[in-house]
């Protein structure tokens, strides 16, 4: 069988192997990785009733080569411990709709599926066995990830690589656009982990995080990020799109809550490696600058505005680089539909599912659900829609007041808390960087 290597976004004159990608997060020259072409899967082979079997099947074309058939099945059984329930509802403009429930794990958002993995996988290939194999990256010490989020990628990460030895987590949060409770997840005393809350908006911190690679005060460090942008995360998100499409006896559309875009990239690379699926709908919030390009309308990145769907905040998708080199634009806007849904739709949206299905979604799941009315009038569908729900409604409970808080949450209110608070500043966070490989 032919593996893939990964190469740039930007260039692909120097390939790299998926360790190399991991490890580096971002490539050198300042763009993504991406397979060099996209592997197949053998889709109609896939054992149905497992998920870390459909898991293993699912990425051995992709990590091929660099796992043992028994060490992916570990790796992928480790990292979701947890179910993956595919709900039917019914009733108003809501038939034949599926949710995807991906909030069942540690942290309560889909984010823990690609976190989780990705701390295994840093685990694995940062150890010092494989070090000498990473080509650029064989500094000694400590591995250094960073990662920006605008609420629930944080928290996941850091759930995901505490207590992974050899790391030493930096998470950079947009301060005062967090929930409460997701802060709260956030600056919960970890091993191994650093919250900074820095002063400024989302993109801030992407822009931080990009500009610590680029900085040669920092080029004896050994430096990754956890952020969509690195493969690793990406990859493992294919899984539950192939995992609801078998079960369903015709290809379904696919309907994503989106802002960085990481999560639609994933399900678009799975149906390119060979699962069916009758298109995708990309939700957006009031941050719509892809539902604008899809429509061919003339858009360009933007700053973020503020939402209740606040992990969508993002005005310039970092996987939107990503996505148009592995699909060309007339090919996306042929099979994916752009919706960018208001905070009061949103908030009606909340209501009326729950009213006419008796189902409560949070915000963000709620923003699919309305692209999902939207794209069902709009097409004329009447296949199954599959909306991911990526996050619990109790993580929102401003926006979602019908619910009780679930005891994971409740705990996480009385551990012990430590957060740096940080200026919009790189030369600050270029500090802490080298302070915490000391
Ligand atoms: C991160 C996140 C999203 C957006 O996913 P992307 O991969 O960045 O498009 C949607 N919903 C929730 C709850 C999230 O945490």
Redesign the pocket.
Known sequence: MQYPRYISTRSSDRSFTLPEAIMHGLAPDGGLFVPSFIPEFDYMGLDANSYSETSASVLKPFFGGHFSDESLRSVCEDSCSFDVPLKRISGGAWNECYLLELFHGPTL???DFGARMLGRLLGIFGNSGSREAIAGISKSGKTVVLVAT????GSAVADGLSGIDGLELIILYPGGQVSDLQERQLIVKRDGVTACRVNGSFDDCQLLVKGAFSSPSLSSVRLTSAN?INIGRLLPQMIYYVWAARQLPVPPVFCV????????TAGLIAWKAGMPAAGFVAANNANGFFADYLRGVQSSPRKSLRTI?N??D?GD?S?FERLSHLFPAEELRDNVFGCSVSDAETTSTIEAVYRETGYIA?P?TAVALESARRYRVHSKFSGPIVVLS??HPAKFPSAVKAIQIPARLDIVQTFATSVITLENRQEDLNSIILDRIQ
């Not at 809550?257 to 639609?264: K, T, V």
Request: aromatic residues 4%; negative net charge.
């Open positions: 958002s889909f984010k605008s609420g629930d990628t969509s809550p989106s802002g960085n875009l990481g999560n639609l769907s992990a969508m993002v998708p996987n949070d963000h990526t996050a």
